[in-house]
């Protein structure tokens, strides 16, 4: 059984270890009400993760998925009222979500060991995680974070360059990319942008996406790891999964989505004893009950079109192959 902490004794308790320099796996919920906390050699056995490795297991089980998505006027009530908040000034970009009923023959496990994914994260009977995105990592004093903002499918002639070109999805990601180094600014000192807009590839089921990232890192000083929890919170939730102003983004998203979003896109991550690595928990499944509910969403601007933003939604809900 996973227990975890509130947030004070979770970012406290990753102070703490850090400052020992003992090696831990921490996980953060989205709204950091829930934290769980573990030195590795005292790790839960109902816990998995991996990290960079691009590993998986073949299952000779071919994937079956049926999507239950909420319906588009639900979604569109919504992203009106995203809009509206748009409009009034409050928000400039904000990420909406919604959790997507789904019926499938893998189990939570299946999923975790099949998934060729660089972040994966298995809570046993619970959740399950196979996401693309960084979200900060710590080595040599330097803190660095790479958001992902902007999605194409692979297939479509000149993807990159429709993608690179789009005025809406540039928008967006130069607005995250300014959000993070705002951030990391209140972390550290001699925050810069080495690399902006640059394309990855991903796996999504039998789809190939491309997404758009950028570098952004800043200089902390030689002690950074006796306050790690406290650079954590002040960090999560993360830029690219809320939107700008984040304090006040997070504000309307809590009053206009539908479920509280729990561990997905909350955060996960690894100290080693001298760097970290952690990773954005999206692509992610909760299992509640005896239903299986998958995560997704994207970021709206003003000039975003309701019936793109809730077919995204849609493309995204994949099981890795």
């Not at 769980?36 to 056995?45: I, M, Q, T």
């Not at 909760?286 to 970021?299: A, F, I, M, P, R």
């Amino acid at each position: 059984m996973v227990k975890f902490l509130s947030k004070k004794e979770g970012f406290s308790l990753i102070n703490t270890l850090a400052s020992k320099k003992e090696p831990f796996l921490f996980i953060i919920s989205y709204d950091k009400s829930k934290i769980y906390v573990s030195k590795l050699d005292e790790l839960s056995g109902d816990i998995a993760y991996s990290f960079d490795c691009n590993e998986r297991v073949d299952l000779d089980k071919k994937a079956k998925l049926k999507k239950f998505p909420i319906e588009y006027l639900t979604y569109k009530e919504a992203f009106n009222k995203v809009i509206k908040e748009i409009k009034s000034g409050n928000t400039y970009l904000l990420n909406l979500t919604f959790k997507t009923k789904i019926e499938t023959n893998l189990t939570l496990f299946d999923i975790f060991a099949q998934a060729k994914a660089p972040y994966k994260l298995l809570i046993k009977d619970n959740f399950v995680c196979f996401s693309p995105e960084c979200f900060v990592t710590i080595k040599d004093n330097i803190i660095s974070t790479y958001p992902m903002k902007g999605t194409i499918d692979a297939s479509i002639a000149n993807a990159k360059e429709k993608i690179l070109n789009d005025l809406k999805e540039s928008a967006e990601h130069t607005m995250i990319v300014d959000l993070m180094r705002n951030d990391l600014n209140m972390v550290g000192i001699k925050t810069r942008v080495p690399k902006f807009r640059y394309i990855d590839k991903i796996k999504a089921g039998d789809k190939e996406l491309l997404q758009v990232s950028s570098k952004i890192e800043a200089n902390l000083t030689k002690d950074w790891y006796k306050n790690l929890g406290d650079i954590l919170d002040t960090l999560t939730p993360a830029g690219s999964i809320t939107g700008t102003p984040k304090k006040k983004t997070v504000e309307i998203i809590d009053s206009i989505e539908l479920d509280k979003r729990g561990l997905y896109t909350g955060i996960f991550g690894v100290f080693d004893g001298k760097s970290m690595q952690s990773a954005v928990m999206i692509r992610a499944i909760s299992k509640e009950g005896n239903n299986l509910y998958y995560y997704s969403g994207g970021g709206i601007t003003i000039d975003s079109n309701p019936k793109l933003e809730y077919q995204e939604l849609i493309d995204k809900i994949y099981l890795p192959l």
